[in-house]
């Protein structure tokens, strides 16, 4: 386990796309829907929720893939197609930043995990708080909080 260093930066599997944090994450997360499965090719997706003015996309142009849907946005590399952050529509104070796409991943842990209803059997995370599916609107204020309030 290391500390988070600010900033800290991160790229695709090609490296066409590098980006960049510069605030510290809101939260960290852990998604087991199959949605993300299919998407990470892994059991799961690791988020780290960063504040929309940390966040910055310092190389290449990455474009929209996954759902291509209108309220959640998910941005690929445009040659890799590695899944690197994902927004949301009408929600501009944070991005969902993949962890694994940062060069340092070491100080990463997930706090929360969601969509345990359908995670492969045999998968456990360290995540403090669970979720058959997501938390409410209203629990992310707490969670935001107790997350933020621990380092
Ligand atoms: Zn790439
Ligand atoms: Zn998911």
Not at 10 to 39: D, E, F, Y
């Amino acid at each position: 386990m290391s500390t988070l260093e600010l900033p800290s930066e991160g790229g695709c599997r090609c490296g066409q796309v590098r980006l960049k944090i510069s605030a510290k994450p809101l939260l960290t997360m852990a998604c087991h829907c199959t949605g993300c499965q299919r998407m990470t090719a892994g059991p799961y997706s690791l988020s780290a929720a960063i504040p929309t003015q940390g966040f910055e996309v310092t190389e290449g142009e990455p474009v929209i893939g996954g759902l291509h849907g209108d309220v959640i946005h998910h941005y690929f590399c445009p040659h890799c197609m590695s899944w690197m952050f994902t927004k949301l529509d009408g929600v501009d104070w944070f991005v969902n930043v993949r962890a694994t796409m940062l060069d340092d991943t070491g100080w990463f842990t997930p706090f929360v995990e969601t969509w345990t209803s359908e995670k492969l059997p045999w998968v456990t995370t360290p995540a403090k708080h669970s979720y058959a599916a997501l938390p409410a609107m209203e629990d992310y204020e707490g969670l935001i909080g107790e997350y933020m309030g621990q380092r």
